[in-house]
């Protein structure tokens, strides 16, 4: 990454999405940079995410929670539950789609944030406000669909970025969640990056006490980035 980038920060803290009572503060880099794939790969080393075309990493005043891991797929190794959860869904049929909008899609996605994230600020999406936050004008980005033969029961869209893939965001049918869809997702894009011989698997930022992330902590060769630099969070 070069240098000379600059980086600049919101210029005031709002409420966090993920911790009560907590504030939260942003930085980005230089809004006057030409985005790209290339630059987002190596911003994505260094813990950013990106929301639809905004790359950002958290900054907070007071926190330092939000921590960007990854799955070094070297030294990924399945559970036992992951193992069973393969096992449970290998009926599935997946298929590689555009980042493009589709009534299906959003269907699904309308369904899973109403039932899942009926608290959160993502509650009631628009279409535009779908496309907005999943597709970016710059980002390699794929959706992944699975489906129990012709029913879509998932979606993950997945960004590829240089040496990895980046588990963007997932949404499925809240109803069947014997079947670890989440999981299983995580596990196929695992799965499609070592057929590319790609070294990462990014999965955005974890919180420790907040409950909807714990799932990131059940993957083995999981890595932290934690003061500049990656560390192994769990072996």
């Known amino acids: 990454m070069s240098s000379t980038l600059k980086f600049f920060k919101d210029a005031s803290s ?8 907590e504030q939260a503060q942003n930085i980005y880099p230089d809004p006057k940079q030409t985005m790209s794939n290339t630059l987002y790969s190596q911003l994505i080393q260094s813990g950013f995410r990106r929301s639809g075309d905004q790359a950002y990493r958290p900054h907070c005043p007071n926190c330092q929670a939000c921590i960007p891991v990854r799955i070094n797929l070297h030294k990924f190794i399945p559970s036992r539950s992951q193992r069973r959860c393969l ?7 997946i298929s590689f789609h555009p980042a493009e909008f589709k009534p299906e899609h959003y269907q699904l996605y309308h369904h899973y944030l109403s039932s899942r994230h009926h608290d959160g600020g993502m509650v ?53 969640t014997k079947q ?22 990014y999965l955005g930022y974890w919180i420790e006490n907040c409950q909807k992330m714990n799932y990131k902590q059940t993957f083995s060769g999981l890595e932290a980035y934690i003061d500049q630099q990656w560390q192994i969070l769990k072996t």
Do not use: M
Request: glycine share 2%; charged share 15%.
């Open 14 to 21: 709002h409420n966090c999405s993920y911790l009560p009572n």
């Open 87 to 93: 096992q449970r869904n290998q009926h599935l049929n």
């Open 124 to 176: 009631n999406p628009t279409e535009e406000s779908y496309i907005n936050f999943l597709t970016s004008y710059w980002s390699d980005t794929q959706f992944i669909e699975f489906r129990d033969q012709s029913q879509l029961i998932a979606v993950a869209a997945t960004d590829f970025v240089h040496h990895g893939l980046s588990a963007f965001y997932t949404f499925f049918d809240p109803e069947l």
């Open 180 to 201: 670890s869809l989440g999981t299983y997702a995580i596990l196929q894009q695992i799965a499609l990056a070592k057929q590319q011989d790609l070294s990462w698997l």
